[in-house]
């Protein structure tokens, strides 16, 4: 079992900046990836970014060059910097783990942080 505890959200203008962190405890060993998602009210939950363990980044094209995913292997910690927010970045933020028990893939998620952009 993987367990993710988002923080870090919270209400900020647009243009403003955020850093929503990830922390993983458990079966870190068997994680393979991990990412962000969101969800904003009434529509459905959508991958913003993700990383792998070896480094490599992928942004949805929304996000692209605004939010930046970086990993701190030594704390267990994944983070996600966001800056130039807009209100359209106004979502609950998942982070999200991929790992690999007893040679079967699954999905972890945390339970969700508030991120809230005002105009």
Same mark, same amino acid.
């Given at each position: 079992q993987v367990q993710l505890v988002e923080s870090g959200?919270?209400?900020? !203008?647009?243009?403003?900046?955020?850093?929503?962190?990830c922390a993983a405890s458990g079966s870190i060993f068997s994680?393979?990836?991990?990412g962000w998602y969101? !969800?904003?009210?009434?529509?459905?939950?959508?991958?913003?970014?993700g990383i792998t363990n070896g480094g490599s980044r992928n942004y949805a094209d929304s996000v692209k060059g605004r939010f930046t995913i970086s990993r701190d292997n030594a704390k267990n910690k994944?983070?996600?910097?966001?800056?130039?927010?807009?209100?359209?970045?106004?979502?609950?933020?998942?982070c999200a783990a991929t790992a690999t028990v007893l040679g079967t893939s699954r999905n972890y998620w945390g339970q969700?942080?508030?991120?809230t952009v005002s105009s």
């Open positions: 959200g919270g209400l900020v !203008q647009a243009g403003g900046s955020l850093r929503l962190s994680i393979n990836g991990m969101r !969800q904003a009210p009434g529509k459905q939950r959508e991958w913003v970014v994944v983070y996600l910097q966001m800056n130039s927010l807009k209100p359209e970045d106004t979502a609950v933020y998942y969700g942080t508030q991120v």
